[in-house]
């Protein structure tokens, strides 16, 4: 019984051409470290987490937690490197956020846009919730938790996420 069910899982995983993945991870850490720099989009730039979103299609792609905690911890890192915070923050939280999106393709169809974009957006506001503990907790700094641009950002982000994630599935193969 155990193996009919994972074979079946197995079969229906959608698969993302190795560098497709990389060429959208690159991109959206490039977009998201140097789009702020430019004058005409700066004050706009800041409202996208492209790396949460393509770290969470890859999660959910992947439908295995182990990958989705290196995909995480992977992205994290390198937009850790590329801003001017402490390096961990986003290594931790996207560890975080990626783990538990792959684990819920164990128990959750997640092949729906609507799913996904959903996801996206409680996904949005776990990481900026935990983004806020951490800077409080480890870091000791008094900041504010803004729920109502939280929420405004979760709904831009999943907005976002529904363009991002139709583009990206275009190039995905049945395997």
């Known amino acids: 019984m155990q193996a009919s069910v994972k074979q079946l899982i197995e079969a229906d995983i959608n698969r993302l051409h190795p560098w497709i993945a990389v060429a959208a991870v690159v ?13 005409v989009v700066s004050s706009y730039a800041n409202m996208a987490d492209l790396p949460l979103l393509v770290a969470i299609y ?11 905690l290196l995909i995480g ?7 850790d490197s590329l ?12 560890t975080l956020v990626a783990y538990t999106c792959s684990s819920l393709t164990l128990v959750l169809a997640v092949e729906s846009l ?22 409080r907790v480890l870091l000791g700094q008094a ?32 395997t």
Not at 120 to 126: E, H
Not at 128 to 133: A, D, K, R, T
Not at 148 to 168: D, H, P
């Open 27 to 39: 991109a959206a850490l490039l977009l998201q470290a140097y789009l702020p720099l430019l004058p």
């Open 58 to 68: 890859l999660a959910l792609l992947r439908r295995n937690p182990v990958a989705g």
């Open 73 to 79: 911890m992977g992205i994290g890192l390198a937009q």
């Open 83 to 94: 801003s001017h915070g402490p390096i961990g923050l986003y290594g931790i939280i996207k």
């Open 114 to 135: 609507g799913t996904r974009v959903i996801l996206v957006c409680g996904f949005y506001v776990v990481h900026q919730g935990m983004f806020w503990l951490l800077e």
């Open 143 to 174: 900041v504010d938790f803004a729920w109502q641009r939280t929420f405004l950002l979760a709904f831009i982000n999943g907005s976002l996420a529904l363009v991002l994630y139709r583009f990206l599935d275009r190039f995905r193969e049945r």
